[in-house]
């Protein structure tokens, strides 16, 4: 394999998975629905937890462990995570 095996090419690749509409209206309808009947207070205090856990010098993974077991979502569990580390941004050398 050479360097040019590498290059991507211009355009949208074809390979990419496409999701129904309809299977997209179902997941939010129930995610809005899992939102409606968890513990708000819960979760904004098993966030917090997860979120000072991160700033501090304790494992994550049991703070984590309780914000999924009060139903918070992958996505506010990472949005948590992201305020306190940032996103990694890969270096590209070329």
């Known amino acids: 394999m050479g360097v040019n095996d590498f290059v991507v090419k211009e355009g949208k690749p074809d390979n990419l998975i496409k999701v129904d ?3 997209e209206k179902e997941q939010r309808k129930r995610l809005a629905a899992l939102r409606k009947r ?3 207070t819960a979760v904004r ?3 917090g937890a997860v979120e ?3 700033r501090g ?3 994550v993974m049991g703070p984590i462990l ?3 077991r ?3 979502t992958l996505g506010e569990i990472s949005d948590v995570m992201r305020s306190v580390f940032g996103t990694h941004q890969g270096k590209v050398t070329v």
């Open 21 to 23: 509409p309809r299977v």
């Open 38 to 40: 968890r513990n708000g």
């Open 45 to 47: 205090a098993a966030l």
């Open 52 to 54: 000072a856990a991160c």
């Open 57 to 59: 010098k304790r494992n």
């Open 66 to 68: 309780s914000a999924v």
């Open 70 to 72: 009060a139903y918070a």
